[in-house]
């Protein structure tokens, strides 16, 4: 029995940055033609992809592109409209749905879609109008304001110690629909990804341990050092449970809190790769990528073996603002050192170009090896 998109099909992405990019090479691999939408001449994952559709990801004629140069599309980023992907999924396989996506792009949506998993989330109030101001539980503060749409990287968040401080940030947030919620004391963060078929089968990677600096990934884990099996257990499930119910096809990405007390609390979710998934193309035997390209296709799937430990550095643009290339001799020479970089031509603080993937037989070792990197890069030590 053949594939229900066979290799010598095209894939289609929508969006060209970085998540594109390693689709792209992962569907290449398998022998798929690629085609990426994404208005940027220079987009990661554009200039590598056999077609590049250069318009804007609403532009009639572009959907009307990908349609016709693609047997099976999906995407690399949540804020693609989910009109978008109801129209294309008419005439395509297309993984993720709309209705999916649609969830994952809003945090209230999001946050309601947790408790209907029984996934405790952390306590919040949705805030859509000046009245809602007047009437918050006193207990969400100190805070963190976050708009409802399109916050990534720490952006569009504010934190709030009070009422008042709360109103100046929403006003300057230009009063748009927003999610007040408390901050917790976290012990450490943790994020699962598991990838679910058309036919629900699901498979899982084991979860990652993350730590942000500045509201930005700089470092993932693996194995998550401060995990019991237990608390890995107790994560994978809750993952799997909240993609099931989605009816999510495609791979999915749950962040954690893991509080003081030990407790687990989601944060959010991406129904796609996700960056704290990046060590799995050089550690495990099929990456979050493959796996993306085998839901999308209906391939098996396949519980993916971790054959490595592996500690992840994000290569932000600040490392190139400084006098000249980052010394990637001396990184290189570390045993195990795996870089890739996204083809960014610019950098900028705070974008991301890259990650350095450090892998070896041993934690301890892999550890050990990326505390040289990010010393050698000037990085902070973690
Ligand atoms: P983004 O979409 O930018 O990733 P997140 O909601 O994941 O936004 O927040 C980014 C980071 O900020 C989290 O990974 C965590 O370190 C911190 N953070 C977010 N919400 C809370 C909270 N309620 N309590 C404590 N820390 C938080
Ligand atoms: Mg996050």
């Not at 220079?42 to 140069?69: E, K």
């Not at 804020?79 to 649609?102: C, H, I, K, Q, T």
């Amino acid at each position: 029995m053949t594939l229900a998109v066979p290799p010598g099909a095209t894939l289609g992405v929508l969006g060209g940055g970085q998540l594109g990019r390693m689709f792209v090479h992962a569907a290449q691999r398998m022998g798929y033609f690629t085609a990426v939408l994404d208005p940027d001449p220079d987009s990661p994952a554009g200039r590598v992809a056999h077609h590049h559709i250069r318009t804007a990801y609403l532009d009639d004629h572009g959907l009307a592109q990908v349609m016709q140069q693609c047997e099976a599309i999906t995407t690399e980023f949540e804020n693609v409209p989910a009109e978008a992907l109801r129209a294309l999924a008419a005439r395509r396989v297309v993984a993720p749905g709309a209705d999916s996506v649609r969830v994952c792009q809003d945090r209230v949506l999001e946050k309601a879609h947790f408790a209907r998993c029984d996934v405790p989330c952390a306590p919040h109030a949705v805030i859509t109008a000046r009245n809602d101001l007047g009437t918050l539980d006193p207990a969400l503060f100190p805070g963190i304001l976050k708009t409802s749409r399109l916050g990534y990287d720490g952006k569009g968040q504010a934190p709030v110690r009070d009422v008042a401080e709360l109103a100046a940030a929403w006003a300057e947030m230009g009063e748009l629909a927003c999610v007040l919620e408390k901050r917790l004391p976290l012990a450490f963060e943790i994020s699962v990804i598991v990838g679910r078929g058309a036919s629900g089968e699901l498979v899982h990677f084991p979860p990652q341990q993350n730590l942000h600096r500045d509201g930005i990934l700089a470092v993932t884990q693996v194995p998550a050092p401060q995990v019991s099996p237990a608390l890995a257990r107790q994560a994978v499930h809750a993952a799997e449970r909240i993609a099931a119910s989605l009816g999510h096809v495609g791979v999915l990405c749950v962040e954690f809190f893991v509080l003081d007390d030990g407790s687990l609390v989601a944060n959010e979710m991406a129904p796609r790769p996700h960056n704290s998934g990046h060590y799995t193309i050089d550690a495990c035997d099929e990456s979050q990528f493959d796996l993306q390209v085998r839901t999308l296709v209906g391939a098996p799937l396949v519980a993916p073996r971790l054959h490595s430990a592996a500690v992840m550095l994000n290569l932000l643009g600040d490392l190139w603002l400084g006098s000249g290339d980052p010394p990637w001799e001396a990184v290189l020479a570390l045993p195990g050192a795996r870089l890739h970089l996204y083809g960014k031509p610019q950098a900028r603080p705070g974008r991301k170009m890259g990650h350095l993937t450090l892998t070896a037989e041993r934690f301890d070792d892999a550890l050990a090896r990326a505390l040289e990197a990010a010393a050698l890069l000037g990085l902070a030590a973690f």
